[in-house]
Each structure stands twice: as structure tokens, then as C-alpha cells.
């Protein structure tokens, strides 16, 4: 098929549609001035070396600038199929149309992380997006080498194990993991961890073997908790916080059968009636009484405030599992 006639069943067939795709059909003289403008705009990077091109762009915080080099690009690849629907195979010389397609997934890696680390930044709740950012780390070396490949594996290794022990977690709110949720994140933050040298690397698997093994040892002390009120991480939080607020009992053995108590006449009262749960406020009105009952079957103090607390959280708890928010 003629080009003339390619052109004539592609305006036949799309109608109004056409001009949306006038792009397509450009003289060879506009092509080799989109060539030269892409030229112009990629001149400071290595186009023939992938590796280096990766170095390069890795350094750019800019993401505005990334997005420019990625505009350039997707360019270049469109005009490759142009030239080719055209059959203007001397300007394939121009550049070296092939090598783009990688170039530009090492610029969308590149953007990517960078709209990671930009969110990380901004937002309130970054758990989820700091995980998906330590998964998906790459990492670019500066010099190829078994041993750094070997050590690079390591930080990998650590970097999931880590994550997969802070997702593990079933109290975000305790502050001794806000705290290593933080060392991690400032770990995170401090340097580009896709592009490190094999001493950087050294470092950081030691920085992360220690986060590791902090999260691993909570982990290990809340799941014992958690054990006590037959694996309902609930009243394990609940618990917790109890301890945290330091004015209503110290004796974890009293907080435990006193929740337990709670949990058993709160748990059958949802039972008989899920229904409950769906009314919060009244839901709220009857647990309170029960936790004020418990606590003075148990003959524990509690003033009105540290009731109002307890019985919030635990509200709280019980209305976020209902509706499938709970972390």
C-alpha cells in the first residue's frame, strides 16, 4: 500500500477524527528539525550508554526536568515509527532510534522514584507508599562488579526484610515503632539508595540490620501481648495504650483481665447483634457501660476522663474493623 493510499483508509476510517492525528504526517524536513530539536534538549546526556545515561538522570531532583527529558524521548520514539511509516530510512541514521525505548524506561524508573520520594514527603500516612518505595528500589552502580552486585543483594535482602517487619507490625501508633518507622524513612531520604557506593552500601545494610532487629524484638513482645487476649489485636493496642497513659493501673496482669472481661460482654453483645455497629453513638453509650463495670468488678480506679479514653479507643477499635479500615 502506497502511503497516499495508507493515508486516504486512515482518513476514511477515523472522519472528523483525522485532524487529531495530523502529528503523524509530517514532511521530512519537519522531522529532521524535531531530530535536531531532540538533539538540542538531550545534548548533556550519553545517548550511546544506557549505564551512564541512568547515572546522569539519577542525579537530577528536578522532576520537572525529568519530565522534559521524558517528553524528548517519547518524541524520538514517535518519530521512529514516523520515519518508518514513511519509509525515510536515511534519517534512522540521525540517531540511534533503538537505544531509546531503554533510555526511557530508566527515565520512568527515575520519575517514579522521585514521585515516591515527593509523596513520602508531603503526605501524613507514608507506610504504604515508603513500602512500595523500598520495594521497588533499583539500583544503579557507579561500577559494575561481583562484589558489589553480591552487596547489593544483601541490602536488599535486609531492605525486605525489613519492610515485611514494619508491615508486619499491628500497633503504628506505639511510639517505639513511629520511632524506627522514622529512622527508616530518614535512612531513606538521606541519599538517593539507587545510586551507592559499595562503602555507602556497607552502611546501610548495618543501619538496617539494626532497625531489623528492634521492629523483629517488638514485634515479638506485641505478638505475646497479642496471644493474651486470644490473638485479637484490639485489646492488644488497647492494652497498650492503657500503659502508655501511666494513671490508670501498672500491673499489666490487672489491665489484662480487666480488658478481657470488657472484651467477653462486648463480643457476645455483637454477636447476638451485629447491628449494633452500625449505630456508633448509641454502639459508644453501651460500651462505656461496660468498661466502667469492669473496671470496678475488678476494683480498679478510673476516673471519668481515663473512662471516656478507654472507651474511645475501643470504640474506635471495634467501629474500624467493622467498616474494614482497621490497620
Same mark, same amino acid.
Given at each position: 500500500?502506497?502511503?497516499?493510499?495508507?493515508?486516504?483508509?486512515?482518513?476514511?476510517?477515523?472522519?472528523?477524527?483525522?485532524?487529531?492525528?495530523?502529528?503523524?504526517?509530517?514532511?521530512?524536513?519537519?522531522?529532521?528539525?524535531?531530530?535536531?530539536?531532540?538533539?538540542?534538549?538531550?545534548?548533556?546526556?550519553?545517548?550511546?550508554?544506557?549505564?551512564?545515561?541512568?547515572?546522569?538522570?539519577?542525579?537530577?531532583?528536578?522532576?520537572?526536568?525529568?519530565?522534559?527529558?521524558?517528553?524528548?524521548?517519547?518524541?524520538?520514539?514517535?518519530?521512529?515509527?514516523?520515519?518508518?511509516?514513511?519509509?525515510? +530510512?536515511?534519517? &534512522?541514521?540521525?540517531?540511534?532510534?533503538?537505544? @531509546? %525505548? /531503554?533510555?526511557?524506561?530508566?527515565? $520512568?524508573?527515575?520519575? #517514579?522514584?522521585?514521585?515516591?520520594?515527593?509523596?513520602?514527603?508531603?503526605?501524613?500516612?507514608?507506610?504504604?507508599l515508603l513500602n512500595v518505595a523500598l520495594e521497588n528500589i533499583l539500583?544503579?552502580?557507579?561500577?559494575?562488579s561481583e562484589d558489589e552486585i553480591i552487596i547489593a543483594d544483601q541490602?536488599?535482602?535486609?531492605?525486605?526484610?525489613?519492610?515485611?517487619?514494619?508491615?508486619?507490625?499491628?500497633?503504628?501508633?506505639?511510639?517505639? +515503632?513511629?520511632? &524506627?518507622?522514622?529512622?527508616?524513612?530518614?535512612? @531513606? %531520604? /538521606?541519599?538517593?539508595?539507587?545510586? $551507592?557506593?559499595?562503602? #555507602?552500601?556497607?552502611?546501610?545494610?548495618?543501619?538496617?540490620?539494626?532497625?531489623?532487629?528492634?521492629?523483629?524484638?517488638?514485634?515479638?513482645?506485641?505478638?505475646?501481648?497479642?496471644?493474651?487476649?486470644?490473638?485479637?489485636?484490639?485489646?492488644?493496642?488497647?492494652?497498650?495504650?492503657?500503659?502508655?497513659?501511666?494513671?490508670?493501673?501498672?500491673?499489666?496482669?490487672?489491665?489484662?483481665?480487666?480488658?478481657?472481661?470488657?472484651?467477653?460482654?462486648?463480643?457476645?453483645?455483637?454477636?447476638?447483634?451485629?447491628?449494633?455497629?452500625?449505630?456508633?453513638?448509641?454502639?459508644?453509650?453501651?460500651l462505656i457501660q461496660i468498661v466502667i463495670g469492669s473496671f470496678i468488678?475488678?476494683?480498679?480506679?478510673?476516673?471519668?476522663?481515663?473512662?471516656?479514653?478507654?472507651?474511645?479507643?475501643?470504640?474506635?477499635?471495634?467501629?474500624?474493623?467493622?467498616?474494614?479500615?482497621?490497620?
Open positions: 500500500m502506497t502511503n497516499k493510499a495508507y493515508f486516504e483508509e486512515l482518513q476514511a476510517e477515523l472522519g472528523n477524527e483525522m485532524q487529531n492525528y495530523s502529528n503523524l504526517f509530517k514532511s521530512k524536513e519537519e522531522i529532521e528539525d524535531e531530530i535536531r530539536d531532540i538533539k538540542e534538549k538531550l545534548f548533556h546526556y550519553d545517548l550511546n550508554n544506557a549505564e551512564l545515561f541512568s547515572q546522569q538522570i539519577s542525579q537530577i531532583e528536578d522532576r520537572k526536568k525529568i519530565l522534559e527529558i521524558k517528553k524528548a524521548l517519547e518524541n524520538a520514539r514517535n518519530l521512529y515509527n514516523i520515519i518508518r511509516m514513511y519509509g525515510h +530510512f536515511d534519517l &534512522l541514521d540521525k540517531m540511534d532510534f533503538k537505544k @531509546f %525505548n /531503554k533510555l526511557y524506561n530508566e527515565t $520512568i524508573r527515575h520519575l #517514579e522514584l522521585l514521585n515516591l520520594k515527593e509523596k513520602i514527603a508531603n503526605s501524613v500516612d507514608t507506610t504504604n539500583f544503579m552502580f557507579r561500577k559494575i541490602l536488599k535482602d535486609i531492605l525486605r526484610k525489613t519492610r515485611e517487619a514494619l508491615g508486619g507490625n499491628f500497633d503504628k501508633k506505639d511510639s517505639e +515503632f513511629v520511632s &524506627l518507622y522514622d529512622e527508616l524513612k530518614r535512612l @531513606f %531520604n /538521606k541519599k538517593n539508595l539507587d545510586e $551507592i557506593t559499595q562503602e #555507602e552500601m556497607k552502611l546501610n545494610i548495618g543501619s538496617l540490620q539494626q532497625i531489623f532487629d528492634k521492629v523483629a524484638e517488638l514485634n515479638r513482645k506485641n505478638n505475646l501481648l497479642k496471644a493474651k487476649y486470644e490473638n485479637d489485636s484490639k485489646y492488644a493496642r488497647i492494652h497498650k495504650r492503657i500503659l502508655e497513659k501511666g494513671n490508670i493501673s501498672k500491673k499489666e496482669s490487672e489491665i489484662c483481665e480487666t480488658l478481657l472481661d470488657i472484651k467477653t460482654q462486648a463480643d457476645e453483645k455483637i454477636l447476638i447483634n451485629t447491628r449494633l455497629l452500625e449505630n456508633e453513638s448509641y454502639f459508644y453509650q453501651m468488678k475488678k476494683k480498679i480506679e478510673l476516673d471519668t476522663e481515663s473512662a471516656k479514653y478507654i472507651n474511645a479507643c475501643l470504640s474506635k477499635e471495634y467501629m474500624n474493623e467493622y467498616q474494614g479500615a482497621n490497620e
